[in-house]
């Protein structure tokens, strides 16, 4: 999820991260309010990006003020960039770091896509950057126990192997890195959802605290309206957390969104999709990570 760019004057230097720039680039997080496991202070997330994507500094004054990154979805020409994150020290507010972050992370053309929050400074920069915002990402919270399997659908333990390749046979994009990164985390899990014996959807759960829950699922291209919904609650319905809560991140037209309202579960925050084309994720099937989707 990326918060709080700035986009006023000149002021930064911005080059690629190294594993030393960690340190400051967790302090940037924190004060910016990102405590959470999976974000800026967690060096597990920080070091897939460093591996995996591209990581810039903003450095002003010889210290890192701010800190961005994109990770590559897909591949050939439907590939998509995705801004992981986008944060600033607010003792550097107003000296144009997050806009210097994002000329070097987006430097190019060709697809692009974030999860916005509500900043003030965030939509109209991104916008600036080709993106406009199609629709909320609801992150909803509630008791599993208030979600009854769906008849005829079970979900399983898998392999972060097995979920991948499965998404790869119905998506083309290779997330293997990602679901291996996902299933290391706190409570990590890789998942299938099966209706009357058919993988439907394959993916993985886990998290800290108030994030456990679903991280990322994909759907078979034949799966409905419907299958999306029973997934998704199949998935919810066999997690065992914590104090009986669990999180799932939901576009807004996702047809699980109304079921989960109506068994109590809420919305606690939300995002905006931004993207140069509404088509990039599909917010009826689709159940993204914020930070990887």
């Avoid at 439907?200 to 800290?208: F, R, V």
């Avoid at 109304?258 to 917010?283: N, Q, Y």
Wanted: with cysteine; glycine share 12%.
């Amino acid at each position: 999820m990326t918060r709080e760019p700035e986009e006023t004057a000149p002021g930064a230097e911005v080059r690629a991260a190294v594993q030393e720039d960690l340190p400051r680039i967790a302090a940037v997080a924190l004060a910016t309010g990102q405590a959470r496991e999976w974000g800026g202070a967690d060096p597990a997330y920080m070091a897939h990006l460093l591996a995996h994507g591209r990581v810039a500094v903003g450095v002003i004054d010889g210290d890192v003020a701010g800190f961005g990154a994109t990770r590559r979805l897909g591949g050939g020409p439907g590939a998509v960039s995705m801004l992981c994150d986008l944060f600033v020290d607010p003792r550097a507010h107003g000296r144009g770091c997050g806009r210097a972050i994002l000329d070097w992370l987006w430097s190019g053309t060709g697809a692009r896509m974030t999860f916005s929050s509500l900043h003030g400074h965030a939509l109209p920069l991104y916008t600036s950057f080709g993106l406009d915002a199609w629709w909320p990402l609801l992150y909803l919270r509630g008791r599993v126990e208030a979600l009854p399997a769906p008849a005829a659908w079970r979900a399983e333990t898998s392999s972060p192997g097995e979920v991948a390749a499965l998404e790869r046979d119905w998506s083309g994009a290779d997330r293997s890195q990602d679901h291996q990164a996902w299933a290391r985390r706190p409570g990590g899990a890789s998942v299938l959802a099966r209706r009357d014996g058919q993988v439907l959807a394959a993916g993985t759960t886990g998290g800290e605290g108030g994030g456990y829950g679903i991280t990322h699922l994909s759907l078979a291209p034949s799966a409905g309206d419907a299958d999306a919904a029973d997934a998704v609650l199949a998935v919810l319905a066999s997690l065992k957390p914590a104090g009986g809560q669990a999180l799932a991140c939901l576009p807004a037209p996702h047809p699980a969104v109304r079921p989960l309202l109506a068994a109590g579960w809420r919305v606690t925050e939300f995002d905006l999709f931004m993207a140069t084309g509404p088509d990039l994720l599909d917010p009826r099937r689709a159940v993204p990570s914020p930070a990887l989707a």
